[in-house]
């Protein structure tokens, strides 16, 4: 049986997060098929949309080495 | 290519766990990440084969990374990598660290890691207790993360849930959404959550009787999350700092290896 943890979480409307994450929100991550998903096919979805991605290798330096 | 790279791992008999940000998405508790983060054991031997395995993939390394010594990985830094392949734009990047803060060994780690099958392969992942201790970061977009992984673990422990595993989640939520979510979802978890605080306790009651937060309530809540999260934040950045002035003391030394360099 599933429960509410996979149907509807609210964080995927987005309205809380910074505009790199807010660029990936993209379908099919604002639909619930994104909870619906096998965490196989959510790994494959993901980083498929990191292609998408217009600054990747700015996004993974600031995250590993933010600035002071 | 990733597939590859994760077979190289295998066959090289490297003792490695996925971590961070694809560890969150395959427990659904995040939508992206661009990088792949992985927990090495930290022996010697392990971290020849991790070597081997980086060589065979051919793998460069990346900025700001020490020697992989055993004697560096105790000291907590990061080792940073990057693969590249002809038919894709953007390199993978991979972020390997042997001693990571606020958990316990890896071979602890490694009993409680779970094993999911994907399109690269079986991937061996740390489990949702301690990535939510490696989520406990500086920076505060890792919260809300931290309370999907606590709403992902009661949805799997359920109905059978202990008193510790209650205590656990009580002690792990640090933001408004995903607490009304536990109480709408687990409302068990509102009798051990309503000891931990006044406040607490009567948002549990209102929940109870309304299904709803005033906004009065919901207000002093995410200040009131916000606070338990700042020392966990602090916490971190006091730890990183020995670590980066090693950094630094490593890079005026010229005892980084060079970037684009070949493992």
């Known amino acids: 049986m599933r429960s509410t943890w996979d149907r509807a979480p609210a964080f995927w409307q987005g309205a809380d997060r910074d505009p790199l994450e807010q660029q990936t929100m993209l379908s099919p991550f604002k639909e619930l098929e994104w909870v619906e998903l096998s965490p196989a096919e959510r790994l494959a979805r993901a980083w498929a949309l990191r292609k998408r991605l217009t600054n990747a290798v700015d996004a993974h330096d600031r995250k590993l080495f933010p600035a002071p | 290519m990733i597939a590859s790279f994760f077979r190289h791992l295998d066959e090289h008999g490297v003792r490695w766990l996925l971590v961070s940000g694809q560890a969150t998405i395959l427990y659904g508790a995040a939508t992206f990440s661009e990088d792949i983060d992985l927990w090495v054991e930290p022996s010697e031997a392990n971290l020849q084969r991790l070597l081997s395995a980086l060589g065979a993939s051919q793998a460069k390394y990346y900025k700001l990374t020490p020697p992989l010594t055993p004697e560096l990985a105790s000291r907590h830094h990061g080792f940073h990598f990057t693969i590249s392949d002809?038919?894709?734009?953007?390199?993978?990047?991979?972020?390997?660290?042997?001693?990571?803060?606020?958990?316990?060994?890896?071979?602890?780690?490694?009993?409680?890691?779970?094993?999911?099958?994907?399109?690269?392969?079986?991937?061996?992942?740390?489990?949702?207790?301690?990535?939510?201790?490696?989520?406990?970061?500086?920076?505060?977009?890792?919260?809300?993360?931290?309370?999907?992984?606590?709403?992902?673990?009661?949805?799997?422990?359920?109905?059978?849930?202990?008193?510790?595993?209650?205590?656990?989640?009580?002690?792990?939520?640090?933001?408004?959404?995903?607490?009304?979510?536990?109480?709408?979802?687990?409302?068990?978890?509102?009798?051990?959550?309503?000891?931990?605080?006044?406040?607490?306790?009567?948002?549990?009651?209102?929940?109870?009787?309304?299904?709803?937060?005033?906004?009065?309530?919901?207000?002093?809540?995410?200040?009131?999350?916000?606070?338990?999260s700042a020392p966990l934040r602090k916490a971190d950045r006091h730890f990183w700092r020995a670590v980066i002035d090693e950094l630094r003391e490593l890079r005026a030394g010229g005892q980084l290896m060079v970037q684009g360099t070949p493992v």
């Open chain 2, 86 to 228: 002809p038919n894709e734009s953007l390199p993978l990047f991979l972020d390997v660290m042997c001693c990571p803060p606020r958990v316990s060994s890896f071979t602890d780690a490694e009993h409680r890691a779970r094993v999911f099958e994907t399109d690269w392969g079986p991937l061996p992942t740390v489990g949702i207790v301690d990535l939510v201790e490696l989520k406990k970061t500086q920076r505060p977009r890792d919260y809300p993360i931290i309370g999907r992984l606590v709403l992902a673990y009661m949805s799997e422990v359920g109905a059978h849930s202990t008193e510790k595993d209650l205590a656990w989640v009580a002690d792990n939520i640090f933001s408004l959404s995903e607490f009304k979510q536990l109480l709408n979802e687990f409302p068990q978890v509102g009798s051990v959550l309503g000891v931990r605080d006044p406040l607490i306790a009567g948002a549990v009651v209102a929940w109870g009787a309304n299904g709803a937060l005033s906004p009065e309530l919901e207000d002093q809540l995410e200040d009131w999350f916000d606070a338990r």
